[in-house]
């Protein structure tokens, strides 16, 4: 059983994030989708709050886990047993970040291995910080994040 990891900060999720989900859900075994916490950064959305948004995005998804964690990635990839690394890519400069990133997960543990995905053209604009920046200014968001985000942050915001 092969099982990947697909950590970020997914704060919040879009649907770029879930559409390279879903296309890695059809690869493997078994994806977790793990939300990243990092408690030198405050995040937009609580990582809990963060969690129970993916986990109603991914109900459908019989295959995905949605989990929380601290720390290294590949410390935890190696206590949840995962051997891929699932990655999404939008543009070229994601690329670069994204390369480093890999080769420095292999040095730290070398039975890890990274998968790329790209997302459709329609969703490699789209950011979690593109989306904070339209809602934290009154825009619509809805074509851009899953209806229970759309949802829950529009009426965060009084929107």
């Known amino acids: 059983m092969t099982v990947a990891i697909y950590p970020g900060s997914f704060d919040p999720i879009t649907n770029g994030h879930i559409d390279i989900l879903k296309s890695g859900a059809e690869i493997f075994d078994k994806v977790i989708i793990a939300v990243s916490y990092n408690a030198n950064k405050e995040g937009f959305l609580p990582v809990s709050t963060r969690a129970e948004l993916i986990q109603e995005c991914v109900k459908d998804l019989p295959n995905v886990e949605v989990d929380c964690f601290e720390g290294l990635t590949v410390e935890y990839a190696k206590k949840r047993g995962a051997t891929v690394l699932l990655r999404g890519l939008r543009t070229s400069f994601d690329f670069e970040y994204e390369m480093q990133l890999s080769q420095t997960n292999h040095a730290l543990y070398n039975n890890i291995k990274t998968v790329f995905l790209i997302t459709k053209p329609e969703y ?28 829950y942050l529009t009426a965060k915001c009084g929107i």
């Open 124 to 151: 490699n604009f789209i950011s979690s910080s593109c989306v904070r920046e339209i809602l934290l200014n009154k825009g619509d968001i809805t074509n851009f994040v899953p209806e229970a985000v759309a949802k």
